[in-house]
């Protein structure tokens, strides 16, 4: 079965600084990753994925993330932090091997952006 | 735009009287999920419809119910909500079964349980 797993719960950073936000994920077979974000009260949004096309995806708001399959991670990056980045991030991989589209998330992280 | 909508963004209801959320999509996607999230938690899955077909997650409780009357609306029932049901439920749509298909979610509907 697939996994994602997101460590720490937390990441602060301040205004302007690189994001970082780690996801590293387990499968028996190339997996599809996505990275959503949930702003406070409401539903989530596809940041960006990965589908086995370029190793490097770019996404929306300035994010982008590597597939490293040597390092079976998936990391979310921002070069530069704005405030309205603060919200929390889901990592998921979808359930290739049961060939469908149901998603397995990572606990989530939370990122505060300090001014 | 397209998108998908939840209906009502808050809801408050008694411990023990029945519930429904509803939810419709103007993406005309196959595929319809329902998650329940628990603060500071992960969504977790409770059911999903492809096209008519209703499929049930394994530990979702025999409490919930769903019904998908057209492609466009589906609706969460919950018949005896108890203190453990207070959650945000999230509606979500893909296109397509395949795992390569995003899920597109509305904005929730966060449920309180008096």
């Known amino acids: 079965a697939q996994s994602v797993t997101q460590l720490g719960s937390h990441v602060s950073v301040s205004e302007g600084a690189l994001v970082l936000l780690r996801c590293n994920y387990s499968s028996s077979v190339p997996p599809y990753l996505f990275w959503y974000v949930q702003y406070p009260n409401q539903g989530l949004q596809l940041l960006l994925k990965y589908t086995s096309a370029a190793t490097l995806v770019k996404g929306i708001n300035g994010f982008e993330a590597e597939f490293k399959k040597s390092e079976t991670s998936f990391h979310l990056t921002k070069p530069s932090a704005h405030m309205s980045d603060a919200a929390e991030y889901f990592c998921?991989?979808?359930?290739?091997?049961?060939?469908?589209?149901?998603?397995?998330f990572g606990k989530g992280i939370t990122l505060s952006v300090r001014p | 735009d397209a998108m998908v909508i939840q209906n009502p963004r808050y809801q408050v209801t008694q411990f023990g009287k029945p519930v429904t959320l509803s939810c419709s999509q103007t993406?005309?996607?196959?595929?319809m999920y329902w998650y329940q999230q628990k603060s500071s938690q992960a969504p977790k899955l409770l059911f999903h419809y492809y096209d008519k077909d209703f499929n049930n997650e394994a530990d979702t409780p025999d409490n919930f119910q769903s019904r998908r009357p057209n492609t466009s609306f589906c609706f969460l029932d919950i018949r005896s909500p108890g203190l453990g049901d207070a959650a945000m439920y999230l509606c979500?749509?893909?296109?397509?079964?395949?795992?390569?298909?995003?899920?597109?979610f509305g904005d929730g509907t966060r449920l309180s349980i008096l």
């Open positions: 993406l005309n996607h196959n595929v």
């Open positions: 998921a991989v979808s359930d290739r091997t049961g060939a469908n589209s149901k998603l397995t």
């Open positions: 979500a749509t893909s296109r397509g079964w395949q795992a390569n298909q995003p899920q597109h």
